[in-house]
């Protein structure tokens, strides 16, 4: 069994005395494991860094084996996240979720067009937190927890819409919460397209943040998420 694919580098883990196991992301494979011979060697290990983009060739005698990689680095996004705080907070922040979220071996072509796009953005701190607001957004969708903003679940208005539902994940009307305003999570308009300020895009961060714990991480047995998001949200919040 064989396949050979381009991806990022999700993580990677001493195995033995000169191997590792390397998770990737790839778009025709998904999430995807393997051994690194001499992946720990002076040669191999400085590719092996998180959100590394990689050539990657995988071989195992039965497909259900952790199979073996061959790795050629394409480029290095290590130093440019190694130079702005916020930028690798959000790269961990990216790969860990990934991790976390992905099951294995199941192909995510448009969210993986997606990461790889975010990722080559890093660096650019006035764009990069909204592009990773937008993706939590595809990452939801991929997982089936799609946000419904598009109207109001109670009057089925499109307009003057602030509020989400903790439950449902629909928009709610300034008038269609009514005296349950308190208990509704916030829709700021970025999260509808757009651009908006910094405070905006935290409050956005805090809605996606709910339906990433309270739905997604609890169908996954109530695991918690990494805490590379929580640092990444802190970092971000320092600029505020």
């Known amino acids: 069994m064989e396949w050979r694919d381009q991806g990022i580098l999700l993580s990677a883990r001493r195995h033995g005395e000169t191997s590792a196991i390397i998770e990737v992301f790839t778009p025709e494979q998904g999430r995807h494991a393997g051994i690194v011979r001499g992946g720990t ?20 005698r039965l497909e259900d084996h952790i199979g073996a990689f ?4 394409l480029r ?25 979220c992905l099951p294995e071996r199941e192909p995510h072509p448009a969210l993986y067009r997606r990461t790889e796009t975010l990722l080559d953005m890093l660096g650019q701190g006035d764009v990069w937190p909204l592009a990773y607001l937008k993706w939590e957004l595809r990452l939801l969708e991929e997982m089936g927890y799609a946000l419904d903003l598009e109207s109001c679940a109670v009057t089925g208005v499109s307009e003057d819409l602030i509020y989400v539902s903790p439950k449902s994940g629909r928009a709610v009307s300034a008038k269609g919460a ?4 308190e208990r509704l999570l916030p829709l700021p308009a970025v999260l509808r397209g757009g651009a908006g300020s910094d405070a905006e895009i935290a409050q956005g961060l805090v809605t996606t943040g709910h339906f ?12 918690p998420l990494p805490e590379s998001r929580a640092r990444f949200i802190d970092a971000f919040s320092r600029r505020l």
């Open 212 to 223: 990433l714990t309270a739905h997604l991480a609890r169908d996954l047995g109530g695991k």
């Open 70 to 73: 061959t790795v050629e680095p």
């Open 41 to 60: 060697s002076r040669k191999i290990a400085p590719s092996l860094q998180p959100g590394a983009q990689l050539d990657l060739a995988w071989r195992a």
């Open 76 to 100: 290095s996004r290590a130093a440019v996240a190694m130079q702005d705080r916020l930028a690798l907070a959000g790269l961990n922040a990216v790969t860990a979720l990934l991790s976390f």
């Open 178 to 181: 009514g005296e349950w305003a």
